[in-house]
């Protein structure tokens, strides 16, 4: 996924501070004060234009089509970024991996365990994933939440799920998981983890979360959240706490239905909110929408993932979040109730997303994208914020010039290394 050219991150990021003039007064020879210059001589203006950052150095060349396939992470099929698919022809009209990658210019790409076969196969294939993205590197992510959730099982350490390292309240423990999770997984050539889930579980027929969260106190579970962000950005992956506002209260799956918390905006600041708070506190990379409908926090009856009151209006400037908005996975029912495939990806950027995971219909949603930028119904300023939070992801993780290229070699050595099947039988 990646071209070589410039840094990105996550975060809103600086701009680059302008190089411009202001003089300081001469002063002579001696330290005295230097004498008045002529007064028919007048200063040239200065005509240094302000440096760009990485980051504006790629956005600013690449083209809009560039830009709008950096939002996209969808599934890809195979073992090989040259593994002949019928899958990836009947979803996305190309055969290969790495042919859909330079097909849509995307900027990630998602790993499930179709994918994973041996350690040597998944560095290859990320390897050679990396290699088909011509212009910027690839953010390349899974699931690896340890517990119920664990795409990378067959490869990676057995760790214990969240509510086992919950039930310890020890910080420190969720800290060392999640550093050595990254580290096993930034050993296969993946970046980005969809790890730590933020919610409170304190529905007990909650189908989709339970054991998945650390727990039904808010406070112990921000606790845990924000030691498990700041392991993974001390192993160098990026972190994504999930599901925003808070998925915690539900007897509905959203990969099935369209739940409704009933939560009030006070039930949502004192229960639900305190893990995403301590997550950006950590310096979490993205938060992940969820497909819920929350009707104290936007009446519309549009799912989290479609709401601009509650990714931009709770999380932005509420919250402060400066990072990447990921949607949850789109092909999922709770999201497709109300819109098509190409205005549920449309009606995402507008609410603040800025990474589309998993559409049910990439070419659908990318083409709705591309002509919603073009017809002005979302700006190019508005194209350029996510893309730039996008980039500033990739400069953070050290992805925005150059992928890094994962060893097999190496990562034999990591994976499921003495060290760390220690760790997980302690924790």
Request: glycine share 10%; charged share 20%.
């Amino acid at each position: 996924m990646l071209g070589r050219i410039g840094t990105t991150g996550l975060l809103v990021i600086a701009l680059t501070a302008c190089g411009g003039g202001g003089g300081s007064a001469e002063v002579g020879p001696t330290g005295g004060k230097a004498a008045p210059p002529a007064q028919t001589t007048s200063a040239a203006p200065s005509t240094t234009a302000p440096q760009q950052s990485p980051v504006q150095r790629v956005l600013a060349r690449m083209s809009v089509e560039e830009k709008v396939g950096q939002l996209f992470m969808p599934v890809l099929y195979g073992t090989a970024a040259d593994t002949v698919s019928g899958e990836n022809q009947a979803r996305y009209a190309a055969r290969t991996p790495a042919k859909v990658i330079a097909k849509y210019h995307l900027g990630g790409v998602i790993l499930f365990p179709q994918n994973v076969k041996s350690v040597g196969q998944v560095v290859g294939l990320t390897n050679g994933m990396q290699r088909a993205a011509e212009e910027v590197p690839l953010l390349i992510g899974t699931d690896q939440e340890n517990g119920l959730v664990s795409r990378m099982s067959a490869l990676m350490t057995d760790f214990p799920g969240a509510a086992e390292i919950g039930a310890t309240k020890d910080t420190d423990l969720s800290r060392d998981v999640a550093r050595a999770t990254g580290e096993e997984l930034r050993a296969l050539g993946v970046n980005l983890d969809f790890a730590p889930v933020a919610d409170v579980n304190v529905n007990p027929r909650n189908p989709v979360i339970g054991r998945r969260a650390f727990g039904n106190d808010p406070q112990k579970v921000a606790r845990m959240v924000a030691a498990a962000v700041k392991g993974f950005g001390e192993a160098k992956i990026a972190a994504t706490a999930k599901h925003f506002p808070g998925h915690g209260d539900t007897s509905v799956d959203s990969h099935t239905g369209l739940p409704v918390i009933k939560h009030t905006r006070a039930e949502w600041e004192r229960i639900d909110a305190p893990p995403f708070k301590a997550a950006i506190d950590a310096g979490v990379d993205a938060v992940m929408s969820a497909h819920i409908v929350f009707p104290k926090l936007d009446s519309s009856g549009d799912p989290a993932t479609l709401s601009k009151p509650i990714l931009t209006g709770l999380l932005r400037e509420k919250l402060g979040f400066k990072g990447v908005i990921s949607t949850d996975a789109l092909n999922m029912a709770g999201v497709r109730k109300k819109y098509n495939d190409g205005e549920i990806a449309v009606r995402a950027v507008l609410a603040g997303a800025d990474l589309l995971l998993m559409p049910n219909d990439l070419p659908k949603a990318y083409d709705a994208v591309l002509a919603a930028v073009k017809s002005g119904r979302i700006s190019k300023e508005r194209l350029d914020q996510s893309v730039t939070r996008l980039l500033t992801l990739k400069q953070k993780r050290g992805l925005l010039t150059e992928a890094p290229v994962a060893s097999a070699e190496r990562a034999a050595g990591v994976l499921r290394s003495p060290e760390h099947r220690e760790l997980a039988a302690r924790a």
